[in-house]
């Protein structure tokens, strides 16, 4: 499967804000005239004026560099500054299973300036690893995570699941805790959205 990048767009929408409008509408077309390959949208379930976006762009290709897009894109945010960073899978099967699952949660851990990446890898990756135990265990739907081109110490996970019951369950295991002990100390910055995807185009 070919290699890609995610953009992970964070919009915070305007009161009435509705899925099915024309401006958004707009956007999700722009995506697939710049060469935009699939699109998940969906409101944080919750904090529902959070509107997350994910693209799955071609690894060579970036919206950034279109200004029509990015001004369209900025005047969506009721602050005129969306958040976006840009994740690069070598797969592009490897997040899918997670947008697709009926819950997705979306989460983040930025480290601190003066820790050294090195020292945290494993454990930033065994954080993902260990949710094979909630897999076993019939509640998590599949996976992946990256780190942000953007920001190199933005790392985040793609994590579905078939509930937030499933997620809290596996949240509350040693296996999770024990790694999340280890990282806390190391972050400036944590946390996650949980969203149902709708799929462009499919009704998903």
Known sequence: MPPIVSQLVKIAV????????????????????????????GLCT???????????????????????????????DRNGAPQEWFLPFQDDALPREAL????CELCYLHQNPTVARASIAASLHKTYTDCDYALGAGGYEGGAWSTATNDERM????????S????????GTEECQAELRILMPHMDAFGANFVSFEKEGTGL
């Open 155 to 162: 790392n985040y996970y793609y994590l579905g699941w078939k």
């Open 46 to 76: 919750t904090k529902e004026d959070d509107l997350l976006w994910v693209i799955q762009w071609p690894a060579e290709a970036r919206p950034i560099a279109d200004e029509r897009f990015q001004d369209e894109l900025n005047a969506l």
């Open 14 to 41: 305007r009161p009435g804000f509705s899925l099915m409008s024309a401006e958004f509408g707009a956007l999700r077309s722009a995506v697939k005239a710049l060469g935009g390959r699939e699109q998940y949208y």
């Open 164 to 171: 937030r019951e499933h997620h809290s369950a596996f949240f």
């Open 100 to 103: 697709e699952a009926p819950v």
